[in-house]
C-alpha cells in the first residue's frame, strides 16, 4: 500500500478533479492525528476514519499545504475543477498544470520556475487518463516502458487495453 508521509511529495500525471491527491491529503491528515483529532463518520455505508491532522506543527501544515502535492492534466476544464477542489479542501496553493505527461517533458529550469521538485516525486499516485488518445510516437521516452507504451497494455484482468 502506498503510504504518502510529510515531507514527501505526491504527484498525479493524470490529475482528474484530484480523487488521488485528496485521498492523500486525508491519509497525511489521519496518520498525524491525536486520537482526539479523529472523527468517525459514515460515507456511503461505510465507517471512515477523518483525521484533522492536530498533531502538525505550523511548519509541517505549510509543507502540507504548498510543497506536498502535484499534478497535471491535458483538459483545461479538469484543471480548473481539481483546483477548485482542493482550494476547498484547504490546499489553495498545489500546482496542476495544463500539459500532456505522455508528450511533454520539463527541464530542471522550467520546473524551478513552475515550482516542481527539480529530482522528481517521491509518490505517483495514478490511474490511466480516462479520455483522449494519444499519438504512441508521440509519447516521451521517460514514460516507455520495456519495448511497449502505456497504449499498448493490456490489463491481464479484465482485457482491456489502455
Do not use: C
Amino acid at each position: 500500500m502506498i503510504d504518502p508521509r510529510i515531507g514527501e511529495s505526491v504527484y498525479d500525471p493524470a490529475t482528474g478533479t484530484a480523487g488521488f491527491l485528496v485521498a492523500a491529503f486525508d491519509h497525511i491528515k489521519l496518520a498525524n492525528s491525536s486520537t482526539h483529532g479523529i472523527k468517525v463518520v459514515e460515507l456511503d455505508g461505510k465507517t471512515v476514519r477523518r483525521g484533522h491532522g492536530d498533531n502538525l506543527s505550523a511548519g509541517k501544515w505549510n509543507l502540507l499545504q504548498t510543497g506536498t502535492f502535484f499534478g497535471n492534466d491535458v483538459d483545461a476544464k479538469m484543471v480548473r475543477l481539481a483546483t477548485m477542489n482542493l482550494t476547498l479542501r484547504g490546499l489553495p496553493d498545489v500546482r496542476i498544470l495544463h500539459r500532456n505527461a505522455l508528450t511533454t517533458t520539463l527541464d530542471a529550469a522550467r520546473k524551478i520556475e513552475l515550482g516542481l521538485p527539480v529530482e522528481g516525486f517521491h509518490v505517483i499516485l495514478a490511474n490511466p487518463p480516462f479520455s483522449g488518445r494519444v499519438d504512441k510516437d508521440r509519447i516521451v521516452e521517460d514514460v516507455k516502458v520495456g519495448g511497449t507504451t502505456a497504449t499498448d497494455w493490456r490489463n491481464p484482468v479484465t482485457g482491456y487495453t489502455i
